[in-house]
């Protein structure tokens, strides 16, 4: 299965922030969206990503001041991306590998997606549903 196949499932609305908003206001965005990740967008395109995770980690290391200042200080720079073209299978290596939870879809340099590990986990899930189903047909007609 490929990225592009996960997309047409649950959609491609992505929840994006500009650089210069603070961390206050990307807790908001976070909780409104309900989402553990925001990509950081500019005109150019992903800029960076930052994550519940990322919130925490600086908060207990700078704290409350932290939420004043912009997102453009703690966001992820080296965003690792995805093409709609890619499989789940390799998604899932990859997002194991590197341990992270959110990977942007990138088509021509823009964004078009997001793919949580919960998207991936939900697509194996349905696959081995499928294949349970398929042999269980086999095995009472056979």
Do not use: F
């Amino acid at each position: 299965m490929r990225i592009s196949d996960v997309l047409r499932g649950k959609g491609t609305e992505v929840a994006t922030v500009p650089p210069w908003t603070t961390v206050t206001e990307l807790v908001s965005e976070l909780a409104r969206h309900n989402v553990g990740a925001v990509v950081v967008l500019t005109p150019d395109g992903v800029a960076g990503i930052v994550s519940e995770r990322d919130v925490v980690r600086k908060l207990a290391a700078r704290g409350g001041e932290l939420l004043s200042r912009p997102v453009s200080e703690i966001m992820t720079t080296a965003v690792v991306t995805c093409k709609p073209s890619d499989t789940v299978e390799e998604l899932a290596a990859l997002m194991t590998e590197r341990r992270i939870r959110h990977v942007p879809v990138v088509v021509d340099g823009k964004l078009s997606g997001i793919v949580s590990i919960g998207d991936v986990v939900k697509n194996r899930i349905s696959q081995l549903q499928d294949e349970q189903s398929r042999l269980q047909e086999y095995i009472t007609q056979g």
